[in-house]
């Protein structure tokens, strides 16, 4: 439990902490009126429950216009109770005891969430929260910096509060976040300066640590697609797919087959290649955002349908419990004008029998809503199962592109280019180059010294531009298996 509240008994939401809660906050005329008479739950739009040894949060669905809920610095072990509050936009659950991010599901209007000072220990579970502006984490057990990562999802975030985790000691912390965040205006409670964006850029080339350097190509690459206007790119595992990212990404570690753009036929090639290969992954971008299409609309479709069930529950267990309390009304009243102990006693037996009825009439419902719910899950699988195989089994071969791979271009670029340079060598190796043919740069010359040599160069850069096109395909499946 909380240091606060370790040697005292925790509470429960009851009538009476809602009671003395909605006084303190309402205005003046609201609060006269909550004493005078029971809570009017819907006028309720702010609610404070800050340092009262809350352990469970409970009893507040009928609050179901809130805005504003406080709920910090209590000894609260889950989030849960709160899908009713679908009006939410302020929530702090600060200073607690929560170890996982759930419950947060039906919060679609949610701007500013605070979970400071917990046991979270993995960023998750924040789909929905699609207008959130302000999240503060900070204080809690991340220790994934790679987790950060997983927040580019939410595209009105500007303000993040990470300070205080284990991962906040690891080297580069700021500009990894800043990399894989650039939308971020505070961080930290600092402001996040244009001046740290363009000190990425500055380092891309110049730095040694191959971290560092992916840190800035990953700031560029989000720079570069925010400004092309697309932001759907990371949820739909297409990265660097749009435009010639990936293809000159291709040549950053490539500088000897480079010199080779000087001979006359090997420049025809180099110069055809980028625009078949670009071509290839602008198709496979196009493909990967419809299908992310396809899989938003089934988990919009998913959502809508859950609040649904939910909603038409939640209002005929209300109609329920106002029937029975009207009628119980009515047997009290009746109860307190009885003439004869028999009435009374008849009355009381009703009571007793409506009792009954009622938790009977209310667990049915729950069985209905619960057989409800599983169905729908079970067929939201079967319909993202085939979403998601199909789209894995397209992937792994470029469809719809007649069977032309991003590395299948690569292996016939390469044929070409080795067979140019061996054309060239046996010349060079017969005289038969004429006085215009032979003055090539020193650097070329070096690298046509022997075929060894060449030989040598051409498959090593071939070799590191396949690695990183597997990596692209693979890091897409395994992004896609993870959602």
Known sequence: MSQFFSNVEPNIIDDEILQKAVEEKCPEDLGHLARGENINHKDVTELQLSFKRILQIDNLWPLENLTKLQLDNNV??????????????????????????????????????????????????????????????????LTILEDVIYLRRLKYLRTLNLSGNPFCNQEHYTLFVVAHLPSLVYLDFKLVRDSTVRFLHSLIGKSSNSILQSLCFVALGAGSLQKSGSQKHTTAFVEYLNGSFLFDSLYAEDTEVAKLASLPEVEDLLQAYPSWFVSVCENLYNYGLEEYEKREAEVSKFYKRFHEILTVNQQESKRIILDFENRNQRRLDEISHARSDDIAESQRAEGKEDILQLWEALMTLEALVSNDLEELLQNFKRSIDVIVSTFIENLQVIYPFHSIQCRDLENQYHEKLMEMTFAILEKLENFEMDESEEEFPDDVRRLLMDKDTTVKAINMSHSIRLRKIDKRESDMLCNTNQW
């Open 76 to 141: 609260i072990e889950r989030i849960e109770g709160l899908e009713t509050l679908v009006h939410l936009v302020w929530l702090d659950l600060s200073f607690n005891n929560i170890e996982v991010i759930e419950g947060l599901d039906t919060l679609v209007k949610l701007q500013d969430l605070s979970l400071y000072s917990n046991r979270i220990s993995k960023i998750e579970h924040m789909d929905t929260l699609q207008e959130l502006q302000i999240f503060s984490i900070g204080k809690n057990n």
